[in-house]
């Protein structure tokens, strides 16, 4: 039996779908496996001693240029990190980063304050109702942690320290921004929009829920920053195949979008958590140091 079969063979046997997956179960399972594909089309140099020429050195380049990551030191990474992310005050202080700033603050600003408008319409329509179903809270928790998890499966089988990196980096950007998340959550102590009946009014919204970090709901979505992290780390170190990045972030998207349909969360929630979940993944984790 080839490693690319054992490698598949396996990897459908971790992940195996639950029944809380319901009828879309063979569909999650088949994005799970697209999304883990670059791992497996990856020829892996321990095995193949002249893997092709067209890909070797893109991911060499791309390698090169990333954060050199194991299971070793990632605790002392995700200190790097905390440190990065609290001082970034001080670089605004210096006139660093002003304009990306700026603009993410003025989005969320207006965001939230049409959140009272928005809010009221996903309350009120059954419209996606099975998109709810299929995206679940759950369902997404699973699939967000099976991708990263497939791919160091793959990567272990194939003696394949790329795709261990690769997952151990998203896992690495996951915990920034959880932690992030968690003081975000504790201070705003934001109510959901399902905790409101119907048409609301939403405008209490903030400091008017539980300060408890770990509940549901709350500014900002940690499910949107999740996807957007995982996807962000996936669609860089695999950019060589074109389609990853549009099957990464369209998952991630999709994911994001069914919070605010599920009225789990309010529009500005679930922007802010994927714009932090993008930023701390693309400029936090992994650029070397």
């Known amino acids: 039996m080839t490693y690319k079969r054992l490698a598949l063979r396996y990897t459908v046997r971790m992940i195996q779908p639950r029944p809380c997956f319901g009828k879309l ?49 990632l605790p002392a990474n995700f200190v790097t990190d905390q440190k990065e992310i609290w001082i970034f005050p001080g670089q605004l202080a210096k ?36 998109f709810n179903r299929a995206f679940s809270g759950v369902n997404a928790g699973a699939f967000i942690a099976a991708i990263p998890a497939s791919i160091y499966a793959v990567g272990l089988i194939r003696k394949d320290s790329y795709a261990q990196n690769t997952a151990l980096l998203a896992a690495e950007a996951f915990a920034d921004g959880f932690a992030l998340d968690l003081v975000f959550k504790g201070i705003t102590g934001r109510r959901q929009p399902l905790q409101y009946a119907g048409n609301g009014p939403y405008t209490d919204s903030f400091f008017n829920g539980t300060h408890n970090p770990i509940h549901s709901g709350g500014f900002y979505s940690v499910h949107a920053m999740s996807a957007m992290s995982v ?49 701390i993944a693309r400029y936090v984790v992994l650029p070397a140091k």
């Open 25 to 73: 179960r063979k569909a999650l399972l088949f994005s799970i496996l697209v999304a883990a594909g670059p791992a497996f089309c990856q020829e892996s140099s321990d095995y193949d001693p002249s893997p092709p020429p067209a890909q070797q050195p893109q991911l060499s380049a791309i390698a090169a240029t990333d954060r050199s990551v194991s299971l070793r030191t």
């Open 95 to 130: 006139g660093k980063h002003w304009i990306p700033t700026v603009a993410i603050v003025g989005v969320t600003s207006v965001l939230v304050a049409t959140d009272s408008r928005t809010a009221p319409y996903f309350r009120t329509t059954n419209t996606f109702s099975g």
């Open 231 to 279: 996807a962000t780390v996936i669609a860089h170190r695999y950019r060589n195949h074109r389609w990853v990045p549009f099957v990464a972030y369209g998952m991630a998207g999709a994911i994001s979008f069914a919070r605010i349909t599920s009225s789990a969360h309010f529009p500005s929630d679930v922007v802010f958590g994927g714009v932090m979940g993008f930023a």
